[in-house]
């Protein structure tokens, strides 16, 4: 029997990807493509020092993409299911998000120190120092993230209040943001774990266990919040545990790895001893990277309060946006993360200029990769809006917000992966000054300019903070033109 042409297109597709690769590989180039991808998601080791920079990037790049997709597809999960219960509950989730993004802030900031001083050591070769380093930050983040558990446990409310949440959404939300804060412990492990694997040149592992935490989540989340099974419906609050929970294994998977996976890094009780001068060394890097920061966030926290004043259904608009913007964010920052290893690993080799090369090329990838989600947002707003939610108000305000933020993505691609490559040099602070230039000194009194004197509504916010991003990468490019990162001790 004859096989009709369209049937006979999608069998020879499919020989070609998954049959023709194993009976000879050797003369079908996708099958090295799927090889080098399996590579990456296995997590070989490798020295990045040594192989192609074009293969390095792909290596590192694929599974911190990943990474940083689930955690897109976390946000955008709980967004979908905590918009059933309705407005107020997805403005309680942007308020706190909001707060918690300080919380980030330390976490991203000490996770930059914890990659850097990672891939120096690893580029020295010099392992042993590695995983004393990584003993000194799971150390100092258990300090932090226990301090700041009890002051915004007990200070819940207030703080919203501080940042223009409504009483309606107080009363409704303070239970979500008493659990965020109380269980910050896993969101500030999870990101200074991932931060000494990908310093190690091990993304994979950050990936999965990004993946196992968010699988979780994923699973968990409607059972907390609406009561499926055996479960109590909690609402809002339901979001929070799932997260708390999911996130917490997903640690668990992290420390199993560390202590008893047999990889690039292992902790031995040898290495379990307070070092208080690594310590140093690393609080001197964080500051710098948590400045920076809480520099973004803080601005993002003045943005809110601007937008705030337009009602609940343009905050929730503008929040299902910003997760939708977020899902597109993380996999390109995964890229940026990649590059930050590759610097800090070669400068380590003493490759300087094998470093720069990495920087760019890394960057010129983001860029079309952004470049073509920005696209898709710019067609498919309306679509991708509603499908978190079906009240008019909150979708115009999720499509303006949409389409306007995500015109800049291809200056931000750029700004984005060289200002992790100052990080991932251990110069924290140049890019923590260029953020206080662009978020305080531009896109705030921006943002108020617009949307307020002018009457611009919240579609001044939308467009200062395209403007000033745009500007930000601008100015990264400059400064990293002129070298001086590539001097920076560890």
Known sequence: MEIKPKYRLQ?????????????????????????????????????????????????????????????????????YFVAQVGPL????????????????????GISAAATAMVARRIGEKKREEANITAFQVILLG???????????FYFAEDILAMIGASEEVISSGVGYTKIMFATNVVIMMLFLLNGIF???????????????????????????????????????????????VGRGLGVLFQLYILFFGGGILTLLRKHIRIRLAIITRLIRI???????????????????????????????????????????????????????TLVGQNLGAGQPERAEKSV???AKYNMLFLLTVSI??????????????SDPEVIASGILSLRIISAGYVFFAYGMVVG???????????????????????????????????????????????????????LCIIVFRRGKWKLVEV
């Open 286 to 340: 964080a500051v710098g990277g948590t400045f920076q920061f809480i520099i973004a966030s803080a601005s993002w926290i003045f943005l809110m309060r601007i937008v705030a004043e337009f009602g609940s259904n343009v905050v929730a608009g503008y929040v299902i946006a910003i997760r939708l913007l977020i899902f597109t964010i993380l996999p390109s920052w995964g890229m940026a993360n990649a590059a930050a």
């Open 11 to 79: 069998w020879n597709f499919i020989f070609s990807i998954f049959v023709f690769p194993y009976i000879n590989p050797e003369l079908d180039p996708m099958s090295k493509k799927l090889k080098l991808f399996w590579e990456a998601i296995k997590g070989e080791e490798k020295d990045y020092t040594t192989v192609s920079i074009k293969q390095a990037i792909f290596l590192l790049a694929v599974p911190m993409m990943l990474e940083m997709s689930g955690e897109a597809l976390f946000a955008l999960v709980d967004t």
């Open 360 to 362: 760019w090329e890394t």
């Open 420 to 474: 992790q490559a100052f990080n991932g040099a251990g110069d924290t602070f140049t890019p923590t000054l260029l953020n206080f230039i662009a978020f305080w000194l531009l896109e705030i009194p921006l943002a108020y300019t617009l949307s307020t004197i002018f009457e611009w509504g919240p579609t001044g916010v939308y467009v200062a903070v395209a403007i000033s991003e745009s500007i930000l990468a601008v």
């Open 376 to 389: 898709i947002y710019a067609a498919f707003a309306p679509l991708l809006i509603g499908v978190f939610s």
């Open 198 to 244: 990908r310093g190690a040149g091990n993304a994979s592992i950050a990936m999965w266990s990004l993946w196992v935490a968010n699988i979780i989540n994923i699973i968990l989340d409607p059972c907390f919040i609406f009561g499926w099974g055996p479960f109590p419906a909690m609402g809002v609050e339901g979001a929070a545990v799932a997260t708390s």
């Open 142 to 152: 258990l300090i932090i993230s226990f301090t700041l558990g009890i002051v915004g």
């Open 89 to 108: 509950a997805v403005a309680t989730i942007g308020f706190t998000e909001t707060i918690m993004t300080l919380v980030y802030s330390l976490a991203i």
